[in-house]
């Protein structure tokens, strides 16, 4: 029986991606084939919190997939039925605002329009320093759109950063089970995140 496949599209919030590849690591436990794909910036730039030469060797390792990183190799997505569920994590703001207005110049983006094409679920990963701001409307409209589903979010630092949002990544299995159902995971909200006891 054929594996349902999720293409899992990593756009610039660096930060996150060290969770988000425990992530991709818990879908291949739940028997999930992952298929990573990348925007330009998270496969070209090295940054503090990871070398891109590192996190496309992880992405080898974990999936055993190379990772789309051209726009030509993501046009096919669609067409040939290539992902069952796209997920954009992490959604970064610009990301967002280049999929709503219909721009589609990163693999990452392409591959979302591309599968989309099918009727089949695309789920939201949001990590964004103005998800409170500039990129709020961006959130609303894609939250009206067919076939999208949000990972559930929280405000990460309401004192230091009051207008940041970050989806709870803990959550993507849940929310791809559910999206692969039609339904929205609830609550959208997430819950506070607790501290570990010291």
């Given at each position: 029986m054929k594996k349902t496949t999720i293409g899992y599209a990593m756009t610039?919030?660096?930060?996150t991606f060290?969770?988000?590849?425990?992530?991709?690591?818990?879908?291949?436990?739940?028997?999930?084939?992952?298929?990573?794909?990348?925007?330009?910036?998270?496969?070209?730039?090295?940054?503090r919190f990871m070398?891109?030469?590192?996190?496309?060797?992880?992405?080898?390792?974990i999936t055993g997939n190379e990772p789309i990183e051209t726009i030509p190799d993501a046009e096919p997505i669609g067409p040939k039925k290539m992902t069952d569920v796209y997920l954009l994590s992490p959604a970064s703001g610009n990301t967002m605002a280049k999929l709503v207005n219909g721009i589609y110049d990163t693999p990452a983006l392409l591959g979302a329009k591309s599968h989309l094409r099918n009727d089949l679920p695309l789920v939201i990963a949001v990590s964004t320093n103005d998800g409170l701001s500039m990129a709020a409307q961006n959130i609303g409209r894609l939250m009206n759109?067919?076939?999208?589903?949000?990972?559930?979010?929280?405000?990460?630092?309401p004192v230091k950063k009051p207008r940041s949002l970050v989806a709870d990544f803990s959550q993507i299995?849940?929310?791809i089970a559910s999206a692969i159902c039609g339904v929205q995971i609830q609550p959208m909200i997430a819950q506070k995140e607790e501290k570990a006891e010291t």
């Open positions: 610039g919030s660096f930060c060290e969770q988000n590849l425990q992530q991709m690591e818990e879908l291949i436990r739940r028997g999930y084939e992952v298929l990573p794909i990348l925007s330009y910036n998270a496969a070209d730039l090295n940054t070398k891109a030469g590192q996190l496309r060797q992880r992405l080898i390792s759109w067919r076939n999208v589903y949000f990972v559930p979010f929280r405000q990460d630092d299995p849940k929310t």
